[in-house]
């Protein structure tokens, strides 16, 4: 039985959702070559012996080889920051659709939105994050090529890093009573980046409200949220226009919308 097979069955036993995905992955990492067949050194097969054990107890595979993929990026990731999701590139695709020079990307986690944003038009983006652990990656991250500022979205009046044409956000959302089921989110994402209070928008309604200070009058803004609370968040947003909600690639409400309505 090859390697790669063995790895897979004992993460299959584990619980784990991709276990075969995994197990390339792990085995290419261990090896440094772009190959799961690679012959390993028996430095490397202990190497690799520790990290599906703690694959095995569900520590997330991106903390376990440091890195997550997000659109054209590789993002430094670990303990102390959200993972980023494959659902928030429809966040960036839709940003894209419209040109801009400035943004502002309110709780930015390790930046991989804002730096999307940064090295695929040139704009310049402003990265703001409150946890201290997050602001560490996020400025790895940025690399010179966002700016990274320490802020509460909920507490301090941003409105000198504007007038912007996007604020993009993908906040705190899941309800404070609501555990998500996978252990990699409920045990290891930081909780600061997960929960947002009894109905899970308290740092929505933050981050509407900066937006309304930030944004030039026909400016958009775009926030990700949970996927039943599409209506929820459109009723939040008075005074925009074009307001709609966007599904992400599993047809599930996950962005909403709007443009600051213009004066006059």
């Keep these: 039985m090859s390697l790669r097979r063995q790895v897979a069955l004992r ?56 890195r997550a993929g997000f659109r054209y990026l590789d993002v430094q990731v670990g303990p102390g920051v959200f993972v980023p999701r494959p659902e928030t590139e429809v966040l960036v695709d839709v ?69 912007v044409e996007l604020v993009v956000s993908n906040p705190p959302y899941i309800p404070d009573a609501m555990v998500p089921r996978d252990p990699e989110v409920a045990l290891h994402d930081p909780p600061v980046a997960l929960y947002g209070g009894v109905d899970g928008l308290d740092v929505v309604r933050c981050v509407v409200a900066q937006a309304r200070r930030l944004l030039r009058p026909g400016g958009r803004m775009l926030l990700e949220h949970g996927e039943y609370q599409g209506a929820d968040v459109r009723a939040l947003l008075d005074g925009f226009e074009e307001v709609r909600t966007w599904q992400d690639l599993s047809g599930r409400d996950r962005i909403t919308g709007g443009r600051l309505a213009r004066r006059g």
Excluded: M, Y
């Design 11 to 66: 993460l299959r036993a584990a619980g784990v959702p991709s276990p075969d995905a995994d197990a390339v992955t792990l085995i290419e990492f261990v090896s440094g070559n772009r190959s799961p067949f690679a012959e390993l050194t028996a430095e490397q097969t202990a190497q690799l012996e520790g990290l599906v054990a703690k694959r095995c107890c569900r520590v997330p595979l991106q903390h376990l080889t440091g």
């Design 95 to 163: 940003a894209l659709q419209e040109p801009f020079d400035r943004a502002i990307d309110l709780c930015t986690g390790s930046a991989a939105i804002a730096v999307s944003l940064a090295t695929e038009t040139g704009a310049e983006v402003v990265a703001v994050e409150i946890d201290p652990l997050a602001l560490q990656w996020a400025r790895r991250n940025a690399a010179g090529r966002v700016e990274v500022l320490a802020a509460d979205v909920c507490a301090d009046d941003l409105a000198h890093l504007g007038p």
